[in-house]
T-cell receptor, first 114, second 115 residues
């Protein structure tokens, strides 16, 4: 009954590989997000979808491609992984887009690129 | 553009002591402000939020924060620290006029609680 669930929890892979992270929310929220947290704990938004439509696309290498098959799911595919991609990736959701809508976070996916 | 500054990357208090975590914001319009907590190996959890109602906001786990426009601050306090409060705390700001809900996070403050 986890509200926002991500898989896998840990992902260890080699440079140049392609990998995906999946996210699902059962809160009935309209908006979903991907955030990246670096080794210094700094959190930065990457993407946001509202009802399956991309509404935020920050300056992220185009090796990162989000996909939202429905409003309860938001996946992140990463091509040609690089060492600098190592981080914790958090999925989040909110009832709606808009500045006063708090985020509900998943537990994160720790990606290690060797 | 909005921004958030958290003063002190690490704060250490004794159990039972006052907790004060500082956050200053910059925003061209009245902001929405949030505090989140992150326990080890977990995602962020909302502690409280300010959205222009009362300037003193009460949150979960005994935490509260006061919005002070004149000081552009939104400091987080708890009268008596508990060992279970040890975690990373993040202040965040969002553009009140924005329709996209883009939260800008501070760099976080790690709270340690000594027995």
């Amino acid at each position: 009954d986890t509200a926002v669930s991500q898989t896998p929890k840990y992902l260890v892979t080699q440079m140049g590989n392609d990998k995906s992270i999946k996210c699902e929310q059962n809160l009935g929220h309209d908006t979903m997000y991907w955030y990246k947290q670096d080794s210094k704990k700094f959190l930065k938004i990457m993407f946001s979808y509202n009802n399956k439509e991309l509404i935020i696309n920050e300056t992220v290498p185009n090796r990162f491609s989000p996909k939202s098959p429905d409003k309860a799911h938001l996946n992140l595919h990463i091509n040609s992984l690089e060492l600098g991609d190592s981080a914790v990736y958090f999925c989040a959701s909110s009832p709606r887009a808009g500045g006063n809508s708090p985020l509900h976070f998943g537990n994160g996916t720790r990606l290690t690129v060797t | 553009a909005q921004s958030v500054t958290q003063l002190g990357s690490h704060v250490s208090v004794s159990e039972g002591a006052l907790v004060l975590l500082r956050c200053n914001y910059s925003s061209s319009v009245p902001p929405y402000l949030f505090w989140y907590v992150q326990y080890p190996n977990q995602g962020l959890q909302l502690l409280l939020k300010y959205t222009s109602a009362a300037t003193l906001v009460k949150g979960i786990n005994g935490f509260e924060a006061e919005f002070k426009k004149s000081e552009t601050s939104f400091h987080l306090t708890k009268p008596s620290a508990h060992m279970s409060d040890a975690a990373e705390y993040f202040c965040a700001v969002s553009d009140r006029g924005g329709s996209q809900g883009n939260l800008i996070f501070g760099k976080g403050t790690k709270l340690s609680v000594k027995p």
